[in-house]
């Protein structure tokens, strides 16, 4: 099996098993016969021994394959995919420290606050266009299945978390729906929602600026380039 092949097959295994266990019916099921905690434990366990080996796939076989995305050399779309980057990186560190009415144990919470308001998903969707941005820079095919594979598994995650939640949730968030968008600033460009500076976790914003920082200054060392 060749690299591009194996990525497909890794991307397959994580993305299947990550959705298809947390489907209704067959969550269901699982938590039914295993218990809640032994089914979250199970879940992260399947999670982890697919996604690793994705990962370790493609840092095994960077830049391979036939080159698809020749863009990389224009003017400007280095540093627009960089800018991308950072923004993004630091917006998914902000949604972990502000967790929306979505995100797991967010309690009461059914209203758009702070980054909630840029996206439903501010941090698994965040990472997915951290992803695409790489794909503007990465063009050769092994790059593009893996970083195109991340973001368009957190387009269809989200999507699939958003189906789960109107299913089994439906009447309580249905205002949060209605004034929140899956891609990012969709809500506010629509005119349904706007965003409140004052609402944002800046404090998670800084981090995450300062975790990306570091993360592009060490880059050539931890995969050079």
Same mark, same amino acid.
């Given at each position: 099996?060749?690299?591009?092949?194996?990525?497909?097959?890794?991307?397959?295994?994580?993305?299947?098993?990550?959705?298809?266990?947390?489907?209704?019916?067959?969550?269901?099921?699982?938590?039914?016969?295993?218990?809640?905690?032994?089914?979250?434990?199970?879940?992260?366990?399947?999670?982890?021994?697919?996604?690793?080996?994705?990962?370790?796939?493609?840092?095994?076989?960077?830049?391979?394959?036939?080159?698809?995305?020749?863009?990389?050399?224009?003017?400007?779309?280095?540093?627009?995919?960089?800018?991308?980057?950072?923004?993004?990186?630091?917006?998914?560190?902000?949604?972990?420290?502000?967790?929306?009415?979505?995100?797991?144990?967010?309690?009461?919470?059914?209203?758009?606050?702070?980054?909630?308001?840029?996206?439903?998903?501010?941090?698994?969707?965040?990472?997915?266009?951290?992803?695409?941005?790489?794909?503007?820079?990465?063009?050769?095919?092994?790059?593009?299945?893996?970083?195109?594979? *991340? @973001?368009?598994? #957190? +387009?269809?995650?989200?999507?699939?978390?958003? /189906?789960?939640?109107?299913?089994?949730?439906? =009447? $309580? &968030?249905?205002?949060? *729906? @209605?004034?929140? #968008? +899956?891609?990012?600033?969709?809500?506010?460009? /629509?005119?349904?929602?706007?965003?409140?500076? =004052? $609402? &944002?976790?800046?404090?998670?914003?800084?981090?995450?600026?300062?975790?990306?920082?570091?993360?592009?200054?060490?880059?050539?060392?931890?995969?050079?380039?």
């Amino acid at each position: 099996m060749g690299p591009e092949l194996a990525l497909v097959f890794w991307w397959l295994a994580f993305a299947g098993t990550h959705m298809g266990m947390s489907a209704i019916s067959a969550r269901g099921k699982l938590v039914a016969a295993l218990g809640e905690g032994a089914f979250l434990g199970v879940y992260s366990l399947v999670s982890f021994a697919t996604f690793v080996p994705l990962v370790w796939c493609y840092l095994a076989n960077r830049h391979e394959g036939p080159l698809v995305l020749a863009i990389a050399h224009f003017p400007g779309v280095h540093a627009l995919a960089m800018a991308i980057a950072w923004a993004s990186f630091a917006l998914a560190i902000g949604g972990v420290f502000q967790p929306s009415a979505l995100s797991f144990g967010a309690g009461s919470t059914t209203r758009a606050h702070g980054v909630g308001r840029i996206t439903r998903h501010p941090l698994f969707m965040s990472l997915g266009v951290w992803a695409a941005a790489h794909v503007l820079v990465n063009g050769f095919l092994t790059d593009v299945i893996f970083f195109g594979g *991340f @973001a368009l598994f #957190s +387009l269809v995650g989200c999507a699939h978390q958003d /189906a789960r939640k109107r299913a089994t949730r439906g =009447a $309580e &968030l249905a205002e949060y *729906f @209605a004034e929140t #968008s +899956l891609l990012p600033f969709g809500a506010i460009l /629509a005119g349904r929602n706007r965003l409140v500076l =004052a $609402e &944002l976790p800046w404090l998670g914003l800084a981090v995450g600026a300062t975790i990306a920082t570091t993360l592009y200054l060490l880059h050539p060392y931890m995969f050079g380039i």
